[in-house]
């Protein structure tokens, strides 16, 4: 009588749990992301460091197109959209996010000398740091018989000379930390993309691993993505040659 | 006895729970339970034949209204293919604290590589003008961006390229051998021409008549020692503030000399 009793109790317990929420355990299992999983000995994602422990400020980002978000403001560098590139890998697999958004940047702004510079690298090995870039630079004027290009590369924290470059028409090469979009994953990455408008109220990314989307956000969030929550140097590379002129009026 | 009545209490149990629950009842006997509907007819999947649901027949379209447009296909998100985006910076060779600066290859100082983008203050030319060449030649293009920089200097920003360049879609005039534009920074076109029959130096003295306030005499020479300036920043240097102390000088004297006592007579 008491097992009787044990049932029904039972089954009322489980159809008053059961009701609201079907089953009280998953009859098709889905992969359900676990945020407190600590990181994986093999990693998926050579580049993708430990995921960030974000205590996120009040973060305004959005994707778009050619407005930003509130429509108050129309982007400063309109590469065309057949010249966004798509990331990939170089001749060691290892990705040319660097030499993808210089190629960006030597388009919009008339850099003859490295408007290949992505494809160059194909067969050869990728990764890209300050010095690499000097060098590969260097190397394809070489080749061309052509002298190097006016650029600098900036290692700082300092954003203001990225909105100085993009109010003047040029095209920065950035470091990008992290997609305040939620693009891969909300992870942390070590990428490069490029600056196509910065002001005071709005900056935005043209992203080669998303080409087809321009990522919108406001400054504070943008330096964060620009020195990984302030923890690092950000780095750009700009070429000093003034992009394109604007449409002729009378 | 009691045991059988047990297991026959379960199974009921297990049945009512997944009823009341209204949950997918299909785990118990195998297949999936769920209605699969398309177009006007609804049906079950696999292992049950199919059973055609009457749907009441939808209204007579009218006539006059045309067929909604079809809504756009939703391009799926792209993913590499083997599920990895690349990207490429070599973080462990950046400089993460120390502040590092390279212009051109080389290893310079911030207030170098910041002058090279415009100066610590930040000096903006967005708004200088633009002088843009467009010619299928590159050489002779290339020739007269050399001539034009060599006489107008960083006065004014230069464009060049090919007539079927991309910046030059939006509405530039792109037949001339070659045609060369002096726009405001705005656009307004200010000069163009579309050949160079009177040579190169009469595109320098068009675009020079095209922005007035350029004036060469004003170009500073930086091997001269600063001219003398009087307190307020007045500029000895300059031929009209010159005119104007030599005019009050003229006038102040003329004025004493006007006012003075005449000498007394012997």
Known sequence: MRQIF????????????GAPAGLPFPLNPQPVPDAKKPEEKKRLFPLIRKPPTMATPATIAAKGGLVSPDGSEQIACDLPQKFHLRNRGGSDRAGLCVFCSIQHASVWQ????????????????????????????????????????????????????????????????????????????????????????????????????????????????????YTRMGRRNGWSVIFLDPGPPPPPKN | ?????????????????????????????GRPSRVVCTGDSCSLPARQTPVAVQVPAPAPAMPAIAAPPKAPTVKPPYLPPNGVFPTGVIADKLSAADEKYHQNGQEVSKAVAYHAIGGQG????????????????????????????????????????????????TGHKTDGRPTIYAQLADGVVKHRQDDLADGVDA????????????????????????????????????????????????????VAFLRGKPPAPA
């Open chain 2, 122 to 169: 930040l000096i903006d030319d967005a708004n200088k003008p633009y002088v843009c060449i467009v010619d299928p030649d590159a050489k002779r293009r290339q020739d007269v961006v050399a001539t034009l920089k060599r006489e107008l200097g960083d006065k004014v920003k230069f464009w060049d390229g090919p007539p079927d360049d991309w910046s030059y879609a």
């Open chain 1, 6 to 17: 044990g049932i029904l109790l039972m089954i009322v317990g489980a159809c008053v749990l």
């Open chain 2, 1 to 29: 006895m009691r045991r059988l009545s047990l297991v026959l209490l379960t199974a009921v149990a297990l049945v009512g729970l997944a009823v009341v629950a209204n949950v997918d009842a299909g785990w118990l006997f």
């Open chain 1, 110 to 225: 008339h850099q003859w000398v490295t408007q290949d510079i992505f494809k160059w690298m194909w067969t050869r090995p990728g990764g890209g740091w300050p010095e690499k870039v000097d060098k590969v630079i260097a190397q394809m004027a070489k080749e061309q018989g052509k002298p190097v290009p006016a650029y600098v590369q900036f290692q700082d924290k300092d954003i203001e000379v990225l909105k100085l470059a993009c109010k003047t028409a040029r095209m920065p090469s950035i470091t990008y930390n992290y997609s305040p979009t939620g693009n891969y994953r909300g992870q942390f990455i070590d990428h490069m993309v490029s600056l196509v408008h910065a002001t005071d109220k709005w900056f935005a990314v043209l992203d080669n691993n998303f080409p087809d989307d321009i990522e919108w956000m406001d400054p504070a969030t943008f330096k964060n993505v």
């Open chain 2, 203 to 254: 595109a320098v003295g068009a675009v020079r008549k095209a922005f007035p306030e350029y004036a060469p005499a004003k170009d500073p020479d930086l091997r001269k020692p600063p001219a003398p300036t009087l307190p307020g920043g007045f500029d000895l240097s300059n031929f009209r503030n010159q005119l104007a102390i030599a005019l009050a000088a003229i006038v102040g004297g003329l």
